[in-house]
């Protein structure tokens, strides 16, 4: 992992550096302040605007830039090793050292608003079948599309303690996606993984049942209508259906995805979403919490399984402790 700056914002050493990775949002947000300030006219700009301009154009000048949703140096793709060394000094002097302080604050604020759901290894931590796209859980052939329910929980709401907080932060810029699902899996119930299971069970059983009563309902509708038609006449053959209309009725009708509207039991799709986005407990120690975060971090490192190792990792969250 390549790391830059006073939060040791973040990209793959190896591999291209995306806008995705903190250090790639991290240099994202200073190119949206620059871009709105220089588009002010000279006589409107504030000492801010030009702070921007002028911070940003100190990276520009290490040879940075943004495409694609990549990090370039000197007009090519660059890993994050790359960029590390491009701008490790930079960094390090004039604004972009004064603005780190800026996005630390930034960077705070995002973690505080994230909604407590599982994202990465939701497929281990909650259902073989999930996708944190959309979510959605997949199943029996059948897709169920998750939406949020009115109230979700933030990670702010939950780590209301400096230590539960610098916690999350500590593994925000290394891990930033891992967030979500920490704090999730802290709120879920235990057996959260057997729940959704039998939650889909139901689900698509309701659904099977349901779409099953309306197909036999149709056919007997069919049924009753060509029973009622007239006879043909005397020496004329009933009209063949087409081949093709045969082979399209034969065929099976996809199944349905279900959805908060559509769902047969609506009960059940409930329980899913309350599993999903939790509640936080109104009697959440803190003291508790963070000794749980510690256990799921690591144990997501464990699922990870790669190097450095866990324990290596342990040895860093744990720097966590010098918070009072």
Known sequence: MASLGVFQWGATKATTAKTSSSLGQFYVGLQGRADASAKKAEKDRTDSDRFYIDTWKQATDAGLSISGGKLRIGGQDATGGQVESALATPMGTGKLRAYQLLAAKDWLDDLRGKVARPMTYGATLLHKGFSQSGPTIRSGGRTIRLSA????????????????????????????????????????????????????????????????????????????????????????????????????????????????????????????????????????????????????????????????????????????????
Do not use: F
């Open 149 to 324: 329910p009115s109230t979700t929980t933030t990670v702010g709401q939950v780590c209301t303690s400096k230590k539960a907080m610098a916690l999350m932060a500590n593994l925000l810029v290394n891990r930033p996606a891992w967030v979500n699902t920490v704090v999730w899996r802290a709120l879920a119930p235990a057996d959260a993984e057997a729940k959704a299971a039998e939650l889909v069970d139901r689900l698509i059983a309701a659904q099977d049942a349901t779409e099953d009563a309306e197909t036999k309902r149709a056919a007997e509708a069919a049924a009753a209508e060509a029973a009622a038609a007239p006879a043909p006449p005397p020496g004329k053959k009933a009209k063949a259906k087409p081949k093709a209309k045969a082979k399209a009725k034969a065929k099976a009708k996809a199944k349905a995805e279900i959805t908060a509207a559509n769902a047969a039991d609506p009960d059940a799709y409930k329980a899913l979403q309350a599993l999903v986005w939790p509640l936080k407990a109104a009697n959440l120690a803190q003291t508790d919490l963070v000794e749980r975060l510690y256990t799921i971090s690591l144990e997501m490192y464990r699922i990870e399984h790669t190097t450095p190792t866990a324990e290596t990792r342990a040895k860093r969250l744990v720097t966590t402790e010098v918070i009072d």
